[in-house]
Each structure stands twice: as structure tokens, then as C-alpha cells.
């Protein structure tokens, strides 16, 4: 059997995002900027989807705006907007790289809140600790990447100080290759992209219908059973990082899990390499991971790791288990077997 | 049968060393080394090389893993090329990356995973002998033989080392892949060091690193100057290009490079040696004594020469051209490598 503990890289899609989604893909196929009946079948998908997202992000709907994912939110609110930018040295790169992109600057959390900048970007879930941020006041701006936070915290009421937020459906059962970005009503955004002017004019590109309705249907699905999902797999996830704390010697867990979200299990196995490890517990039917990727899939030290202090070889020894609203016991027994294994085959 | 990891760089060679492991029965895994993140032509180390060695393990249907070996590569490959050419020797970084990379790093991880052997693209063969002892002989295929770089594989390392293409001439190696349909077939074989740019060299590349000093160049049959190099550290013994224009169209060798004055030092005589110090030895097998005859070659694919071994370097039995410091020294046994080292 397989256990895919890997939900913070992606979530299967749920049910409902697919059942939504299939007559978008088939027979209402419109383009929802036309003006005929099958476009205006397509529109009022669309903005019931915008509804939708809007509740959820604690917006109105005219402050949606839809992108083809969590990267590109991230980076149209880096991008968008004139003046100085920041960032924290633990954002995702769709935010990092924008930032330095734009010649920004990049501080430790603890500093950002005292950093001068027009725009200010602050995570308000880490993607690979699962730590949960409080967002800071700023003088400027304030944008938060809610892409790994969304699956677990309200978002709404987490980031109802942010003027910008991110989110990318793929991470909580719906599509890949769509996401949102919240902009409230008074920041003046620039477009990234120039064409038929869709979105208001803040995001042209016809529209991913059937991508933006499976979205839709995620969000619905997550708002309602969060609370649930937090409670079960929270219990799932402290089984699993309990057991291998008890059954691995000098395994380290990441973050105080009091600030993690339910779904994070980060651990540090010192003398371990992860790559190595990982490929066993891919052997074994586990699917995990560790760090990010890079372009040729190789693995690459965590910057967030690093910026929270932990030495580059402890880095380097770290594996993310990461629960969704999948995952059941049997994927928690199956790891609570293969990891102690495969850290004890490799210390052998 | 064993459990086999083939380091896939993504060239034809691998690729057909992972379909002939697989027709033999073995159970098989590619795992492809991420090296250099730095600017490369393409080399082995680049996102599209490592997208060819993936594609081409989706064809044959196995595993396919991305090792990120970049630090050690720095650290092993490098780092010590750039020190080396800024001590004026002239290092050979493909025999350290297969020294410290792929016959260690990867070795040693495949071992951990519970693999039984190694397997790499390398025109060479690895032969049991009646004693139960392992030989590193030169590629069946003699313009493309590689048992040069691989001078350092000693018993345990060729003990956990297939060689499968050794045994095939090049032209069969692509025939072999465009039969099988793979993507690599008509792939052009990877020149040089794969982190130097054929547009900026190794110039650009060590300029970026190392201070990088135009010296003198003296002709030492005419006392004459002839202008200058503009980089003492990229000039090696032997080398005949680039040395400017005397004016009267003969050819001439770098005699001598001094780095502390820094002056280099020309002539018209190619310069030779009867005697070649050996440094950092290695040997496949035993050490061999004093006085065995031995084949020496000095380059990759150098013709060999007949000499004998002193213990601390080779005797030349005709005057040889001189050896940079830094070079691969390889010693032969007919086609069998037994051992190498560093010429001093």
C-alpha cells in the first residue's frame, strides 16, 4: 500500500471539486466573456465561484481576483504594486524571489513589523514547519500567503488584516494550476499580465472555468469541514510525530507544535540524509518529503530551516510528513513502520 | 541477479548501460547526480540532462532519483581546480569527480540503499580474473576508452562497479539506443569540464574566482621577449597556442611557467623528460614493485609509452614530452590499468 503524506506539495482532488468541475470540461464549455448563452452559462459559474471564494477569504466578491495559481497570486501582490516591497527570510519563493526580484528586503520575522516598505509580505502558515504566523501591523501594505494555511486556519479571521491575500486550490482538494488572490478595494493593483483585460482588469487571460468552479467546490467542502479535519487529522498527526519521536533515537521535531497547523509533521533525524531517506520510504510505500525542489528535482538545503537557525547539516537530515484531509490511520501506521526502519537501516 | 544504480547523466552512454542491465535481468534503479548549479553548456549536470536521464527511465519503465551531490562537488571538484590552477598545476576534474563523486559519494549511497552494485556509462570493462580479482581494462571501442579517468577505482570500487557499454564500440552504443527509440540516440557526447562555458572558458570561469595575471612570455633559445599571455594561471608546460606571434611562424612549446615572477618561458624545442614524478599513487590491485615495465599515458587519450617504474615515478625508455603538474598519470599493463596518480 501507499500512505501520501505529502499533502502540503498537493492534495488528491476532492469528489465534489471533480463533480463540479466535469460539465465545465464538457458541455458548458463557454467562454465566460461573451455575451451568448453558452458564455453566460460559463459567467454565472464563474462569479458563484467568486462568491464563494470571497466568503471564505472574508472579502467581497469584486475583490477576487483569479490566477492560475498560488505562484502567480503571489506574485501579482509582489509585482502590483508601486513603491518599496519586504518580505520574511520563511516566505515560499513564489514571494522570496518576487521580493528580491524587486530588490526588496528580506528580514528575520522578529524585524518585520519595524521594516519601512510600501508592501510587505508576510506568510501566515509556513509550507514547510507548519508554523502559524501572527500578521504583523505595518505602515504599508500587508500581503499574506495563505496557500499553506488555508486547508487548516480561517483565513478570513487569521489575515483580516491583510490587504492582499494568496491562495492555490490544489493545496486543499481542488485543481492544480488555480489559485486567488483577495485584493481589497483600495490597493491599486497593476496587472502582470496584459491582454483582453478579464478580471477587471487585473488578471487577462480567459478564464479557467472548470479549474475555478473545482476550486470553488474545495473551499466550500474546506470551510465546512475545517474545524472537523483540524480536530481528526490533528490527532492523526500527533500520533504519528509522538511515535517516531518515541521510536526514533534523537529525532528533533520542528516548531512548537502548539503553532503548527493540524497537518504538519516536520521532523530532523541528525545523521540521517533525508535524500537518502527518502528514497527508502518511497521503497517502503511512503511518500514524504523534505525541503523544496529545485528545477531538476534534486533536493536543496531549506532556506526556512536555515533561517530559523538550524544548522545547515541538521537541514539536511529533515523529512515533512504532511497530513490532509485524506489521510487516514492506516497511512499513519504504515509511516510509524517504514520511518523507524529506514532511520535504523541508515544508522546501521 | 542484483539490485543495480545506474548514475544516469542523461548522455546516450547511460542510457544504454540501464537498457543493458535491464535485458540482463537486474533489478534496476537510475539515479541521476546534480553537480553544478552554475552556467554549463550542458555537460552533466544540467536541468535538461537531468530531464533526458528521467524521460529515458519512464521509457524503460524503473526508478529514476535526482541526488543533490552540489556541496561535495564544490568542495571534491571545484574548489581544488580553481587552487590548483592558482598553484600553476593543471588539474583534471573529471578524475576527481569520479574519484570523490561517483565512486564514492554515489557509491556509498547506493551501498546504503541496499544496492549490490554501481553501474556508470564509462567506455571501460571491469574483468574477474581466474583469481578471483578484479581488472580495469580499457574500452573495447579505443578512440572512446575511458579506463584513464577510472584509474582510481581500487579492488573494493571495482568489486561494486558494472561497466556494461565497455564492452561495445560507440557506434553500437547509439544503434543500440536509436533501436531501443530512446531520446539520447543522437545526443552529441559531452565535451570537457561540464561547468566551464564554451563562451567563456576558462577564462571567464577562473576570473570570477581568482585573480588572474598577464605575465611575460621569453623565448629561452633567443633570450627575446615575445609579448605577453594574459593569464599566467591558464598557461600549462607543453601548450603551444596562444602564446602570441613572434613573427617568424615558428612554432613554439611552453618550457617553463613561473607563477611567482610570473614570467612563462618558450621554445622551439618541444620540451621533454626521461624521468616523470608520480604523486598521490592509486592501484586497482597491489602495489606494483620497483622495476616492473610499465605502459604510461599522460592524457585522456594519449598514446602510451613504454617505461619502467621506480618506485616514486616512471623512467622513460625514449625522452618524453613533459608532463604538467597536476596531469593523470596512468599506468598500463597491456590494456589493464594498475594504478595512477598526479604527475608532480
New interface residues.
Given amino acids: 500500500m501507499t500512505a501520501y503524506l505529502d499533502n502540503a506539495a498537493t492534495t488528491p482532488l476532492r469528489p465534489e471539486a471533480l463533480d463540479a468541475m466535469l460539465p465545465f470540461l464538457t458541455e458548458h464549455f463557454g467562454n465566460p466573456s461573451g455575451s451568448h448563452a453558452v458564455s453566460r452559462r460559463a459567467k454565472q459559474a464563474l462569479e458563484d465561484a467568486r462568491e464563494v471564494v470571497a466568503a471564505a477569504l472574508g472579502c467581497t466578491p469584486s475583490e477576487v481576483v483569479f490566477t492560475g495559481g498560488g505562484t502567480e497570486a503571489d506574485n501579482l501582490a509582489v509585482f502590483g504594486v508601486d513603491g518599496t516591497v519586504a518580505c520574511t527570510d520563511t516566505e515560499h519563493h513564489a514571494v522570496l524571489h518576487s521580493v528580491q526580484a524587486r530588490g526588496g528586503r528580506v528580514v528575520p520575522m522578529a524585524d518585520i513589523a519595524e521594516v519601512d516598505a510600501d508592501l510587505v509580505s508576510v506568510m501566515l502558515v509556513n509550507n514547510e514547519t507548519g508554523v502559524i504566523n501572527d500578521l504583523p501591523r505595518v505602515r504599508g501594505l500587508l500581503h499574506t500567503d495563505a496557500v499553506a494555511a488555508f486547508p487548516w486556519v480561517d483565513v478570513a479571521a487569521a489575515a483580516a488584516r491583510a490587504d492582499m491575500i494568496s491562495i492555490s486550490a490544489h493545496k486543499f482538494g481542488g485543481p492544480k494550476g488555480v489559485g486567488a488572490l483577495a485584493v481589497r478595494s483600495h490597493v491599486k493593483l497593476k496587472p502582470l499580465l496584459q491582454g483582453g483585460g478579464q478580471e477587471a482588469d487585473r488578471r487577462s487571460g480567459t478564464h479557467n472555468v472548470a479549474g475555478i468552479v473545482g476550486m470553488a467546490a474545495a473551499v466550500a467542502a474546506t470551510v465546512a469541514e475545517r474545524a472537523a479535519a483540524v480536530e481528526r487529522v490533528g490527532r492523526l498527526r500527533d500520533r504519528l510525530a509522538d511515535g517516531l519521536l518515541a521510536a526514533v533515537p534523537g529525532a528533533v521535531e520542528t516548531g512548537d507544535r502548539a503553532t503548527k497547523v493540524a497537518g504538519n509533521c516536520h521532523l530532523r533525524f541528525p545523521g540521517v540524509?533525508s535524500?537518502?531517506l527518502l528514497?527508502?520510504l518511497?521503497e517502503a510505500g511512503v511518500c514524504a518529503s523534505a525541503g523544496s525542489?529545485?528545477?531538476?528535482?534534486?533536493?536543496?538545503p531549506s532556506h526556512v530551516l536555515t533561517a530559523m537557525g538550524i544548522p545547515r547539516g541538521e537541514a539536511l537530515s529533515s523529512v515533512r510528513l504532511s497530513l490532509g484531509y485524506a489521510t487516514t490511520d492506516a497511512d499513519v501506521d504504515l509511516a510509524l513502520k517504514a520511518v523507524p526502519d529506514a532511520v535504523a537501516?541508515?544508522r546501521s | 541477479m542484483s539490485r543495480v544504480l545506474v548514475a544516469m547523466s542523461g548522455g546516450v552512454d547511460s542510457s544504454v548501460t540501464t537498457a543493458l542491465l535491464l535485458a540482463d535481468g537486474h533489478e534496476v534503479v537510475g539515479a541521476?547526480m546534480?553537480l553544478w548549479?552554475g552556467d554549463s553548456d550542458s555537460g552533466c549536470c544540467s536541468?535538461s540532462d537531468?530531464?533526458d536521464a528521467?524521460r529515458v527511465a519512464q521509457q524503460l519503465g524503473i526508478?529514476h532519483?535526482?541526488?543533490?551531490f552540489?556541496a561535495d562537488f564544490d568542495a571534491h571538484v571545484v574548489e581544488p581546480y580553481v587552487q590548483a590552477h592558482a598553484q600553476g598545476r593543471t588539474p583534471n576534474p573529471c578524475v576527481e569527480c569520479n574519484r570523490h563523486l561517483k565512486f564514492d559519494r554515489f557509491l556509498r549511497?547506493a551501498l546504503?540503499?541496499?544496492f549490490d552494485a554501481v553501474a556508470t556509462g564509462h567506455h571501460a570493462q571491469v574483468v574477474r580474473d581466474g583469481g578471483g580479482r578484479y581488472r580495469l581494462r580499457r574500452g573495447a571501442d579505443a578512440a572512446k576508452d575511458q579506463s584513464y579517468v577510472l584509474h582510481m577505482l581500487d579492488q573494493a570500487a571495482l568489486a561494486r562497479t558494472l561497466l556494461p557499454v565497455g564492452a561495445m564500440t560507440k557506434a553500437d552504443v547509439r544503434a543500440r539506443a536509436a533501436a531501443l527509440g530512446l531520446r539520447t540516440a543522437a545526443k552529441p557526447d559531452s565535451q570537457d569540464v561540464c561547468f566551464i562555458t564554451s563562451t567563456g572558458g576558462r577564462a571567464a570561469f577562473l576570473g570570477d574566482r581568482i585573480p588572474l595575471r598577464p605575465a611575460p612570455v621569453v623565448d629561452a633559445d633567443s633570450g627575446q621577449s615575445l609579448g605577453t599571455v594574459p593569464a599566467v594561471e591558464l598557461v600549462t608546460v607543453g601548450q603551444r597556442r596562444g602564446l602570441g606571434d613572434a613573427g617568424d611562424a615558428r612554432r613554439r612549446y611552453v618550457v617553463a611557467v613561473d607563477q611567482a615572477a610570473p614570467q612563462v618561458t618558450v621554445s622551439s624545442t618541444p620540451p621533454t623528460t626521461t624521468r616523470l614524478g608520480v604523486v598521490d599513487v592509486t592501484w586497482t590491485d597491489q602495489p606494483i614493485g620497483e622495476g616492473t615495465r610499465v605502459l604510461v599515458q599522460c592524457s585522456a587519450h594519449g598514446a602510451p609509452a613504454t617505461a619502467t617504474w621506480d618506485g616514486g615515478g616512471v623512467v622513460f625508455d625514449e625522452p618524453h614530452r613533459v608532463v604538467a603538474a597536476g596531469q593523470s598519470v596512468v599506468l598500463y599493463d597491456g590494456d589493464d590499468v594498475l594504478g595512477g596518480g598526479m604527475a608532480a
Avoid: I, M, P, Y
Wanted: hydrophobic content about 35%.
Fill in positions: 540524509e535524500e537518502t528514497v527508502l518511497d525542489a529545485c528545477a531538476s528535482g534534486a533536493l536543496e537501516r541508515l | 541521476t546534480k548549479g536541468v537531468v530531464e528521467r526508478t532519483h535526482v541526488f543533490n552540489g549511497r546504503q540503499l541496499g
